[in-house]
């Protein structure tokens, strides 16, 4: 990651070949540095083959764990708020618990723009393929969190009218007990999710999808 | 509690087929076909001015095996009465008093959605609670807890819930509420 805070000195700015290099030396450009592009440009100048400032801002990681790392931390709920979990659900994004700890603060209610289902409440059969539809017009990659007893398995609800478990119809990645869970517990679910995130292999498995669609 | 005066002017206008008083209610069980008639005059004559709620009773093994319980208020007067009515098996039908008090409309649906019994004149009789095409009247008490399976595609399905049969079942019978009333026993009892 380029550190863009740090000015250049003034001759390693004039030998940049960069047509952009002559806007930031104007007098009207509002920046006190030159535009990042120029940073990158410098990389192919044999001058500039080895540039100490550019070194120490160079991370070496592997592209799943890159991807992961931005997946995880930036986790868009799409609340799937059916009964009184939902209550906690809000308190978990409300100011006390603040859920925007963890990057999973913007609740969308469109399923489009979702990455994690969370169902907080008791899912009735009436209720149950709209779940369904919610869920799969949800983008990939998406997960999905069971909240509470209910989504889990029905809870206490043993009964003619309710589904016992969301995980007949979805793929559940994390299970949260409780009737209703506290804020708590819904954000250590959201970390176990997010460590489940960290040992993915995303583009491996698109890779994989690739290969088996070719042969 | 109701007034005597207001038992008195009903028994005198229409059929009272049985009265009890306990703990200061008062219910009358009239005749089904007067129910329509009953009400009108309650509500205009009598100033019955509220209908707190309709309830349907599944005496499961009786004859006629339904009873259809009426509750009618008058708020000001703090004054309650109970109107019965018996419903057989062979004909669950009830004639509507939807066009006298408006929110008799979703409480006569519940009836027909939970309980199967039909209203003659209602003007838009659909399920309330469960989907339309759900083939089974869940109140009833031959009717599962765990309910049934049944399958209405692109709308709702259902499965019987694990442990059907096992803790918390209701039980068909005509003993007491302690013996029929959902609680943890087996079926083979």
């Known amino acids: ?215 | 509690m109701a007034l005597p005066e207001t038992i008195t002017a009903l028994e005198g206008k229409f059929q009272v087929l049985h009265k009890t008083d306990f703990r200061g209610e008062t219910a009358l069980t009239v005749r089904r076909e007067d129910i329509v008639e009953i009400c009108r005059f309650c509500k205009d004559s009598l100033g019955f001015d509220f209908l707190l709620d309709i309830a349907s009773v599944d005496n499961f093994g009786d004859e006629p095996r339904f009873e259809m319980v009426y509750e009618l208020s008058k708020v000001l007067a703090n004054e309650h009465l109970r109107l019965k009515f018996s419903v057989s098996e062979d004909e669950p039908s009830v004639p509507t008093i939807s066009e006298i008090w408006p929110t008799a409309n979703w409480h006569e649906r519940e009836i027909y959605d939970m309980m199967g019994i039909t209203f003659t004149g209602h003007p838009d009789l659909r399920r309330i609670l469960m989907w339309e095409g759900y083939p089974y009247y869940p109140l009833r008490k031959d009717f599962p807890l765990g309910g049934k399976p049944s399958d209405v595609p692109q709308v709702a399905f259902t499965k019987a819930a694990p442990l059907e049969g096992g803790p918390f079942v209701t039980t068909a019978t005509t003993a007491t509420t302690k013996d029929r009333e959902p609680r943890a026993r087996r079926m083979d009892e």
């Not at chain 1, 999710?193 to 070719?214: A, H, N, P, Y």
Request: hydrophobic share 40%; with cysteine.
């Open chain 1, 1 to 215: 990651m380029a550190n863009f805070q740090t000015p250049p000195k003034p001759e390693s700015a004039s030998s940049i070949s960069n047509p952009r290099s002559s806007i930031s030396n104007s007098p009207n450009f509002p920046f006190p540095f030159p535009p990042f592009q120029t940073i990158f440009t410098t990389m192919p100048e044999a001058t500039a083959a080895y540039d100490s400032k550019v070194e120490g801002n160079v991370i070496i990681t592997r592209v799943d764990a890159a991807i992961n790392w931005m997946r995880k931390n930036s986790l868009w709920p799409m609340p799937m708020g059916l009964a009184c979990c939902a209550i906690e659900l809000m308190a978990a994004g409300a100011a006390r618990f603040d859920i925007a700890r963890f990057g999973a603060e913007v609740m969308r209610f469109s399923p489009r723009q979702s990455d994690v289902m969370i169902v907080a409440g008791t899912v009735t059969y009436k209720m149950a393929l709209a779940v369904q539809r919610i869920w799969d017009q949800m983008p990939e990659p998406k997960w999905c969190i069971a909240m509470g007893a209910c989504a889990s398995s029905g809870g206490m609800y043993r009964s003619y009218s309710v589904l016992q478990g969301i995980d007949q119809l979805l793929p559940v990645d994390v299970y949260i007990s409780g009737c209703p869970p506290r804020p708590e517990a819904l954000l250590e679910g959201l970390m176990k999710l997010q460590r489940k995130i960290t040992g993915e292999s995303s583009l491996m498995d698109q890779k994989r999808v690739l290969i088996e669609s070719f042969s």
